[in-house]
T-cell receptor
Framework: TAGITQAPTSQILAAGRSMTLRCTQD?????MYWYRQDLGLGLRLIHY???????GKGEVPDGYSVSRANTDDFPLTLASAVPSQTSVYFC??????????????FGPGTRLTVL | SQKIEQNSEALNIQEGKTATLTCNYT??????LQWYRQDPGRGPVFLLL?????KEKRKERLKVTFDTTLKQSLFHITASQPADSATYLC???????????FGSGTRLLVRP
């Protein structure tokens, strides 16, 4: 079982360009999440989705958008990248049936550098 | 303001000793607290969950305590091994949402 896959593994992007980070899970989990991880700041939630068709804003949503057209996929789009969006991005999922106490399963991450 | 604090300095211990990592929080009232392990270049991996009405939780060599009065969780690894070297993250779970609020993690180094 693959769990959660993310693509690309890493990317260098020119400021002002757009990019979509891909995330796919094969566990049929209801909830999915996008985090960014920066040195000294830990993981911060960008957007989340409790179930297919719904999304919500996390702690740091500005400059990012998401969609959840089906259960398995949860892409994250940067419409116009800025250098402050340089980070490691993690996608995660959880079953969602037990509510807030579910463990989250994380993907391997995408390292994004915006120049 | 709301804060989650984990020791930013690495914890360096000898193999076989018990490692104790601390997670303190301010102005949160979590219903649950989770601990994750993160290896370099990888995503976090879930280890343990403890509820607010549980004092202690164990899993093999791991033990977690949760003191809602002190607003603190302690994470212990007994008989530590070099393979336990990693960064350990605590995460608060609020009863009102699906969201985890992560600390910045503490790096553990276990010397052979």
């Amino acid at each position: 079982t693959a769990g959660i896959t993310q693509a690309p593994t890493s990317q260098i992007l020119a400021a002002g360009r757009s990019m979509t980070l891909r995330c796919t899970q094969d566990m049929r989990h209801n909830a999915m999440y996008w985090y960014r991880q920066d040195l000294g700041l830990g993981l911060r939630l960008i957007h989340y989705s409790n179930t297919a068709g719904t999304t919500g804003k996390g702690e740091v949503p500005d400059g990012y958008s998401v969609s959840r057209a089906n259960t398995d996929d949860f892409p994250l789009t940067l419409a116009s990248a800025v250098p402050s969006q340089t980070s490691v991005y993690f996608c995660a999922s959880s079953d969602g049936l037990a509510g807030v106490r579910d463990e989250q399963f994380f993907g391997p991450g995408t390292r994004l550098t915006v120049l | 303001s709301q804060k989650i604090e984990q020791n930013s300095e690495a914890l360096n211990i000898q193999e076989g000793k018990t490692a104790t990592l601390t997670c303190n929080y301010t102005n949160y009232s979590p219903a649950y607290l989770q601990w994750y392990r993160q290896d370099p270049g990888r995503g976090p991996v879930f280890l343990l969950l403890i509820r607010e009405n549980e004092k202690e939780k164990r899993k093999e060599r791991l033990k977690v305590t949760f003191d809602t009065t002190l607003k603190q969780s302690l994470f212990h690894i007994t008989a530590s091994q070099p393979a336990d070297s990693a960064t350990y993250l605590c995460a608060l779970v609020m009863d009102s949402s699906y969201k985890l609020i992560f600390g910045s993690g503490t790096r553990l180094l276990v010397r052979p």
